[in-house]
């Protein structure tokens, strides 16, 4: 059984970091593109970055640009989200998904997505 598993969020202040965890069971990330999206309570979910594990291509959200950074290890298995500056704004339940087939591109695209983990609440307030 695949699986993505969320972790690292929590409540931080205003201009404080979090760093999120996006951990792969029952396959490897090689190969695969991984995004990061959040959620707001009566708002559609959004794209906030992606990265292609096939080429090492990232893609960001304009609002994230320049204090989000995505990342992975394949070592560990994990996708990373370095989140910096951090604004009450981005207070969101945040997920992670991965494009079902091989070398797929980066998209912020919800839909291009097929596999969806659970999610971990960030709260950015002072």
């Given at each position: 059984q695949t699986q993505l598993?969320?972790?690292g969020g929590g409540l931080v202040q205003p201009g404080g970091s979090l760093r999120?965890?996006?951990t792969a069971s029952g396959f490897t990330l090689n190969y695969f593109t991984v995004g990061w999206f959040r959620q707001t309570p009566g708002k559609e979910r959004e794209g906030v970055s992606c990265?292609?594990?096939?080429?090492d291509s990232t893609v960001y959200a304009d609002s994230v640009k320049g204090r989000f950074t995505i990342s992975t290890d394949n070592?560990?298995?994990?996708?990373?989200l370095q989140m910096n500056s951090l604004k009450p704004e981005d207070t969101a339940v945040y997920y992670c998904a991965r494009r079902l087939l091989l070398f797929r591109q980066?998209?912020?695209s919800v839909g291009a997505?097929?596999?969806?983990?659970?999610?971990?609440?960030v709260t950015v307030s002072s």
């Open positions: 598993v969320e972790s999120l965890s996006c990265i292609s594990n096939s080429d070592a560990k298995n994990t996708v990373y980066c998209t912020l997505y097929g596999s969806w983990g659970q999610g971990t609440q």
